[in-house]
């Protein structure tokens, strides 16, 4: 990513930020975006969720993002109407901060056209 690609990126993160913040109250971290995805996703609604469902809540999420990238395919749901997906590419090796700005950018690719919020 270049400068300008990186400014965009922040700009429209910081807008996603402040966007969530008005609706839950505090401003929520990429975390926090994940893991609200993946309730989204498995569309259960919020219900209490034990610590291992929030860890496979999180994974479908990442699993999610990362499909609009071709490196996951969804595969099917299981009886309980989680998702499941496969590994169809090899993640290339990135450092952690560029994890987090690709991880970033499918967050907010995900707001502007699952979400229905302009970004």
């Given at each position: ?11 429209k993160?910081d807008?996603?930020l402040?966007?969530l913040e008005s609706?839950f109250?505090?401003?929520p971290?990429?975390q ?11 569309g259960?609604g919020?219900?209490?969720?034990s610590?291992?469902?929030k860890q496979?809540?999180?994974h479908?999420a990442?699993?999610?993002?990362l ?10 749901q299981d009886?309980?109407g989680?998702?499941?997906w496969k ?6 090796p990135?450092?952690?901060?560029e994890q987090d700005?690709l991880?970033k ?13 302009e970004?």
């Open positions: 990513m270049d400068q300008t690609d990186l400014q965009a990126l922040r700009e993160w807008k996603l402040k966007g609706k109250g505090e401003e971290d990429l926090a975006f994940i893991f609200l995805i993946g309730v989204q996703e498995l259960q919020p219900v209490k969720y610590k291992d469902e496979d809540l999180m479908i990442v699993c999610r993002l499909s609009k990238y071709g490196y996951y395919e969804l595969e099917g009886e309980n989680w998702p499941h590994l169809v590419n090899k993640l290339p990135l450092t952690l901060r700005l991880l950018q499918a967050v907010i690719d995900y707001f502007e056209e699952e979400g229905g919020m970004i």
